[in-house]
């Protein structure tokens, strides 16, 4: 809405300077800032799903990490108890 609002200012006054009807003038400004205005907001959504999925991503990551961490620091445990009741762990 404000992309036709000022798209509506700008044909008016441009027309007001060229002396032609500034109601046509503010209706076609209207129309290209609305055009504009949509694709500046598709932008602002491809460039948020996109940092949205990096986020996801290095959350994936670091959990796989942290799993694999775990699961080390598990066997290490384990090892170490079955070492201490006698039992040989390779």
């Keep these: 809405m404000r992309g036709a609002m000022a798209g509506a200012a700008a044909g008016a006054v441009i027309a007001e300077v060229g002396d032609d009807d500034r109601s046509d003038a503010a209706e076609n400004g209207a129309m290209i800032g609305a055009v504009a205005a949509r694709r500046q907001s598709r932008r602002a959504n491809i460039q948020q799903a996109e940092q949205q999925a990096k986020a996801e991503q ?5 959990a796989a990490a942290t799993n694999a961490q775990g699961s080390e620091n598990y066997f290490k ?3 170490a108890c079955l ?4 039992y040989s762990v390779k």
């Design 83 to 86: 070492e201490g009741k006698g």
């Design 58 to 62: 290095h959350a994936q990551a670091q």
């Design 77 to 79: 445990a384990r090892a």
